[in-house]
């Protein structure tokens, strides 16, 4: 199975000011396709999550422009150019280049 | 777009199905899954169905390969999880999710809960 992992898993930021999660892959993402399916989610609380970014960089249709996905093959990041207090939750990455399709194991985004 | 229902508590050993009933698209053109996330902790896939064109097979992961069986009723534009012997550690909120972007699972259910407890 491929292991995402993310970085940090905690994160304290200003409101107005950047943030950025790292998640990297134990194997390649891009499929034989060569398309790469890593995806950015974002979980508030006690709701579902909500698909941010797909395709590492591709933002779905009412996602704000501040939210940005960029990377290759084992390393993504997502980056968050001016925290709203809306954007307070768990951040998950996922891949689904593979099955079984797996999430990194979150990151926490809180305000200071 | 999808909705969940079916979720209960249930005794080790038991049985439960889930639904998700789609609208606005047809359960046989998507691909579909059923995601898990147990009580204060992360995401986990269950299991994945192909749309017809794309094979239409399944795959499940390893725990719960032989207790959960994934379907489709066309008829009702709905998608199942049967679920069998049930163990305390398949608690979790069971969220449906549908591939209606190219390459993307963009639309999530609310999700059910499932109680495993004696």
């Known amino acids: 199975d491929i292991v995402m992992t993310q970085t940090p898993l905690s994160s304290p930021v200003t409101l107005g000011q950047p943030a950025s999660i790292s998640c990297k892959s134990s194997?390649?993402?891009?499929?034989?396709?060569?398309?790469?399916?890593l995806n950015w989610l974002h979980q508030r609380p006690g709701q579902p999550p909500r698909l941010l970014i797909y395709k590492i960089s591709n933002r779905l249709s009412g996602v704000p422009d501040r939210f940005s996905g960029s990377g290759a093959g084992t390393d993504f990041t997502l980056k968050i150019s001016r925290v709203e207090a809306e954007d307070v939750g768990i951040y998950y990455c996922?891949?689904?280049?593979?099955?079984?399709?797996?999430f990194g194991q979150g990151t926490k985004l809180e305000i200071k | 777009q999808v909705v969940e229902s079916g979720g209960g508590l249930v005794k080790p050993g038991g049985s439960l199905r889930l639904s998700c009933a789609a609208s606005?698209?047809?359960?046989?053109?998507?691909?579909m899954s059923w995601v898990r996330q147990p009580p204060g902790k992360g995401l986990e896939w269950v299991g994945r169905v192909k749309s017809k064109t794309g094979g239409g097979t399944i795959d499940y992961i390893s725990p719960v390969k032989g207790r959960f069986t994934i379907s489709r009723d066309d008829s009702n534009n709905t998608l199942y999880i049967q679920m069998n012997s049930l163990k305390i550690e398949d608690t979790a909120i069971y969220y449906c999710?549908?591939?209606?972007?190219?390459?993307?699972?963009?639309?999530w259910g609310q999700g059910t809960v499932l109680t495993v407890s004696s």
């Open positions: 996922m891949q689904h280049t593979q099955f079984p399709h797996t």
């Open positions: 606005g698209f047809s359960v046989t053109d998507a691909w």
């Open positions: 999710i549908a591939s209606q972007t190219a390459g993307a699972y963009d639309i």
């Open positions: 194997q390649s993402l891009v499929h034989t396709n060569g398309d790469t399916y």
